[in-house]
């Protein structure tokens, strides 16, 4: 029997010919037929796929031979090709979309300024060290409202073009002085993130590496990090142990959630959080804002939305322009 999982995955380092990348991305992914979302720019790679075992390390080893990407870092989870509604496969300006083309330089040895990237158990330890140490949350922040690390500072971006924005109404100033670690899933868009706030005059940045992922395979559920972590697929959510609590709390009635849906009003499609009995009736067709659907609210058209003759359970999950 077969033995399927997800890869994420990315690598920072010019690229003179994205189109060509994506070219022959795709013609890879067909080969062994994985599914997922790849994003190539001219800053690097960054992807998402799954698959069956064998035709992922197939996939990793072809795509670690272009020079550019030997030290592809990729990170397994559970999950299969089926987490993914297809392929797709992308050429974008910025890898990650913070609406800033060009003010990060991206070389050789990737990102150029970023913060230090550190360990888990570095983080741990400069947590215990360092009592004035902030922990910065570099995604969405409906993404936090499922998990997040114990007192992190979460921006008020419901998009990452939102960062830019955030970072340059001084209402994180008075942080500049302070030692800062961001996080992100996966840690792609923490390379970009420390480098703009080190631009920004926040003196003492780090990143957390490999992201949350990686701190959630070292620590499971024993650290600094509390409940899910949402993810950019039909998943929606992984845990990192059988322990893990539910931060989450239902749109609709206040309870224990950690599951992302959209509206069912097709002209809506607002990204809510549901408990698992609102979760049975989304799927039915009956789950509608509980306040009134308004378009003009954060969150609006945000989720991925069941097409016309797919499974109710499809349109949830968090869906949007990064992937890790």
Known sequence: MSVNRILLYYSLCPLPDPQAIALWQRALCERLGLRGRILISPEGLNGTVGGEVGALKQYAK?????????????????????????????????????????????????????????????????ADEREDLVLFDGRNSWEARIGRFKGAVVPEVETTRDFVRELDSGKYDDLKGKPIVTYCTGGIRCEFLSALMRRRGFEEVYQLDGGVVRYGEARQDSGLWEGSLAVFDGRGAIDFSSQTAVIGICDVCGGSARTFVNCSDPACHRRLLACDEHVRAHDGGGLRCPDGCRPDRPGHGGGRSAGPGTDPAASRGPFSEAVS
Do not use: C, H, N
């Open 62 to 126: 072809t795509t670690r031979s272009y020079p550019g990407f030997r030290e592809m870092d990729l990170k397994w989870s559970d999950g299969s090709a089926q987490d993914f509604p297809r392929l797709s496969v992308k050429v974008r300006d910025e890898l990650v979309a913070f609406g800033a083309p060009g003010e990060v330089e991206v070389g050789t040895g990737g990102v150029i300024g970023g913060g230090r990237r550190i360990t888990p158990g570095e983080l741990d330890r400069l």
